[in-house]
């Protein structure tokens, strides 16, 4: 039996959402590794917006057509030509839509067995809850009885981060878009309050939930949600601007209502958050979360795709919101 | 002869820009001060952009009609039934517009004779100098080397943060809104270049002004000129928003592009300010601008309008950008 590595490429760019025939599943031989990479097979990919903004060619790094889409991913190691892995490590890194890649070990980081499921390298223990951990900690400093705001709220950063405000002892109102994901921000992850974005009256939904204002605000969103939050910052607000879901699919920008005159009344700051530069805090915030998560302090929850095939699918509805909590896709067994 | 106190109220709320006839000249009897207070005679009044906001309904400390508008004012003591002021003292404090005043005298400060001409009290070493001080230094940090952009650049904190960002060492780009006003910028301010911000291809002239990109920006105005800035701003740019003179005047709120995606992928920082709450910084900043101010390192500019009679239409060139410097209104000699 030959064995076929199976990437989803970029077929063609989308305006606007992409759409499943913007993607191609393409059949690759086996890659093979040279001196100092390893060779191998991915367990589960993750998806998250990130992904789209270098589908476009105006991006600053645009992906060609052809090549494989990017995703952090974790992989078992089935050959290794570097002392620093073995068969059976199992491994994190930027290995894109496929089930097999061979890579250089040095861009490979090793995951401990037992701390947690290997999945979790990729949520709660990797990228979201960095983001989630320093976006909110680092940067906003939610003092205990200040009202947080978190939109996305059930999506996979916002759910760690309305959390972590939790145990913070913070107010926190979760934003999701729909009745039963706000339903669910309250009963599953112990928040305060939690807003439907597509409310009928979202500036009365967000007054009500947030009496005494809002101090801190955790945004994965953007557009109309932030605008009305914006209008509601108490003095010395922070901001942490962590995502624009509701804007990185649209076909013509839209415009909003321009807000700084209430960033000057307020005295308050707004930090553009990206988790390069963080890398000296990652152990930290990894080891503080890890602790919480043993202490049944902090829920993780994921929705799991399964195959490569089904990658394109999954992403689009994230895309859209949809997933509640960490959309991964399992792509073998270990 | 009866000494009369000539004082100038809100007549009407203006819609867009101020109006003369939103103002009305009145005749009111010279105040008595009481116990603790200090009667004054103006001297100066400053002028600035933030007496427009009260002047609105919506204003969070809206003026009532008849009131007499707010302004800092220097003024020199006449009588004092307080031991800590005599008469010929020359004290700064929100007086208004009016040549006379009773206050109490822990709401005024007195300033020092010599040190500087006393005009000074209401610009380089007042509010202007400590907000272009304290925004452009404690918010901003900016470096050797980097590119600085300061709007409303020859307004009276614009003139002062071009001026620091220049002792910093940095290349200070600034803008004003006539090409006379830029050649002054350059000639006078000796700043590195000059861009005005009605020029046909604005986006170009600041390409072309900032080779380099854009590190730190000191916003006094807003708008669309902030929109062309945010397009070339630096990763880790900083971004003080000290005032909106674009925008305070419309009738209608305008709409702007969204632009929180470019402070995502930049990792910029946007501060509002205000001076509430820096006044532990204020004695250091002012000691620093006037040591600059005796080494002849730092110019100032004065537009001054003369008689109280003069301060609407004084103001409403100011709401214009009309003024180079600082614009004051003269009261009365000392």
């Given at each position: 039996m030959t064995v076929v590595n199976r990437q989803i490429t970029l077929a063609a760019r989308p305006s606007g959402y992409p759409r499943v025939s913007d993607f191609q599943l393409v059949y690759r031989p086996l890659p093979a590794p040279e001196a100092g990479e390893a060779l191998v097979r991915a367990l589960y990919l993750s998806l998250d917006p990130g992904l789209r903004e270098p589908m476009n060619a105006s991006s600053a790094t645009p992906l060609s057509l052809g090549d494989v889409m990017p995703a952090a991913v974790v992989a078992v190691v089935l050959r290794s030509l570097d002392a620093s892995l073995e068969p059976g490590d199992v491994v994190e890194g930027m290995l894109g839509w496929q089930e097999y890649a061979a890579a250089d070990t040095h861009l490979l980081r090793r995951i401990e067995p037992d701390a947690a499921p290997f999945s979790t390298a990729l949520g709660v223990l990797g990228t979201p809850g960095l983001t989630a951990f320093l976006g909110l900690l680092?940067?906003?400093?939610p003092q205990p009885g200040e009202t947080v705001v978190v939109s996305e709220a059930a999506g996979a950063v916002g759910m760690l981060a309305g959390q972590i405000a939790r145990i913070r002892g913070c107010r926190v109102v979760g934003v999701a878009n729909s009745d039963t994901m706000a339903a669910w921000l309250f009963d599953e992850l112990s928040l305060d309050a939690a807003v439907n974005s597509r409310s009928q009256d979202l500036e009365g939904a967000l007054a009500e939930s947030c009496p005494r204002g809002v101090d801190v605000y955790f945004d994965n969103v953007g557009g109309a949600l932030s605008d009305a939050v914006f209008r509601r910052i108490n003095s010395h607000a922070r901001i942490a601007v962590c995502g624009q879901l509701s804007q990185i699919n649209l076909e013509v920008p839209e415009l909003g209502p321009r807000f700084l005159g209430r960033l000057i009344s307020q005295q308050a700051s707004m930090y553009g958050f990206l988790l390069v530069g963080f890398s000296e805090r990652f152990a930290d915030a990894r080891k503080q979360m890890a602790s919480w998560l043993a202490q049944g302090q902090l829920k993780y929850y994921e929705e799991i795709a399964q195959g490569i095939e089904s990658a394109p699918q999954a992403f689009i509805g994230m895309l859209h919101g949809r997933n509640q909590g960490k959309q991964l896709v399992q792509i073998s067994e270990m």
């Amino acid at each position: 039996m030959t064995v076929v590595n199976r990437q989803i490429t970029l077929a063609a760019r989308p305006s606007g959402y992409p759409r499943v025939s913007d993607f191609q599943l393409v059949y690759r031989p086996l890659p093979a590794p040279e001196a100092g990479e390893a060779l191998v097979r991915a367990l589960y990919l993750s998806l998250d917006p990130g992904l789209r903004e270098p589908m476009n060619a105006s991006s600053a790094t645009p992906l060609s057509l052809g090549d494989v889409m990017p995703a952090a991913v974790v992989a078992v190691v089935l050959r290794s030509l570097d002392a620093s892995l073995e068969p059976g490590d199992v491994v994190e890194g930027m290995l894109g839509w496929q089930e097999y890649a061979a890579a250089d070990t040095h861009l490979l980081r090793r995951i401990e067995p037992d701390a947690a499921p290997f999945s979790t390298a990729l949520g709660v223990l990797g990228t979201p809850g960095l983001t989630a951990f320093l976006g909110l900690l680092d940067l906003c400093d939610p003092q205990p009885g200040e009202t947080v705001v978190v939109s996305e709220a059930a999506g996979a950063v916002g759910m760690l981060a309305g959390q972590i405000a939790r145990i913070r002892g913070c107010r926190v109102v979760g934003v999701a878009n729909s009745d039963t994901m706000a339903a669910w921000l309250f009963d599953e992850l112990s928040l305060d309050a939690a807003v439907n974005s597509r409310s009928q009256d979202l500036e009365g939904a967000l007054a009500e939930s947030c009496p005494r204002g809002v101090d801190v605000y955790f945004d994965n969103v953007g557009g109309a949600l932030s605008d009305a939050v914006f209008r509601r910052i108490n003095s010395h607000a922070r901001i942490a601007v962590c995502g624009q879901l509701s804007q990185i699919n649209l076909e013509v920008p839209e415009l909003g209502p321009r807000f700084l005159g209430r960033l000057i009344s307020q005295q308050a700051s707004m930090y553009g958050f990206l988790l390069v530069g963080f890398s000296e805090r990652f152990a930290d915030a990894r080891k503080q979360m890890a602790s919480w998560l043993a202490q049944g302090q902090l829920k993780y929850y994921e929705e799991i795709a399964q195959g490569i095939e089904s990658a394109p699918q999954a992403f689009i509805g994230m895309l859209h919101g949809r997933n509640q909590g960490k959309q991964l896709v399992q792509i073998s067994e270990m």
